[in-house]
């Protein structure tokens, strides 16, 4: 598996995901430092990063995130990996009812925790995950504003019917 995270704070990537995967050996992190704003635009610098990376799925996740539990990850990366053809995972998106998944912003929840694997109309671009032959068929979008803001929820609107909602919240810490 291969996290990919496109940095623009050297600080906040070191202290937060990177530290949070650093006794991960299983897991592979392609941090992509857009410091000098190398890239165009997030998804630009998400497939290069996932171009590199050597993983059967890859997470894509922002600098900030702080993952507790490293084996719900690889957890969440198996069943990927069981249902590649149906699913696309992610730790928190929205459907007719709302906010779905277990999520939080320092310290304020802003998703319910789920007893199980729940369908979503879109997923939310902290953290959401594909196969890597789904990201070679189709890469994250390149073009402007998507591809900053909105690159998860594009994605998962190109795949529908392939969308779930896992479990599996990253934390900061």
């Known amino acids: ?6 940095y ?7 202290k937060r995901l990177a530290a949070s995967l650093k006794n991960a050996p299983s897991i592979e992190l392609m941090a992509v ?3 000098t704003q190398a890239f165009w635009s997030a998804g630009a610098a998400l497939n290069y990063g996932a171009g590199k990376a050597r993983g059967s799925v890859l997470a894509f996740c922002h600098q900030d995130i702080f993952f507790l ?3 719900a990850l690889l957890s969440a990366a198996n069943k990927l990996i069981e249902h590649s053809s149906d699913f696309i995972v992610g730790s928190a998106g929205v459907d007719a009812t709302g906010w779905q998944g277990h999520m939080m912003d320092r310290f304020v929840m ?9 369908w979503v109309d879109s997923l ?11 990201w070679q068929q189709q ?9 900053w803001y909105g690159y998860a929820v594009e994605y998962g609107l190109r795949h529908r019917n ?5 479990r599996y919240s990253p934390h900061p810490p």
């Open 1 to 6: 598996m291969s996290v990919i995270c496109v």
């Open 8 to 14: 623009n704070n050297e600080r906040i990537f070191t």
């Open 33 to 35: 430092d857009n410091r």
């Open 69 to 71: 539990d490293v084996t």
């Open 110 to 118: 802003l998703a319910t925790p789920l007893t199980d694997w729940n």
């Open 124 to 134: 939310d671009e902290l953290l959401f995950m594909v196969t890597k032959k789904q």
């Open 139 to 147: 890469p994250i979008t390149e073009e402007a504003p998507l591809a």
């Open 162 to 166: 392939r969308r779930i909602c896992c």
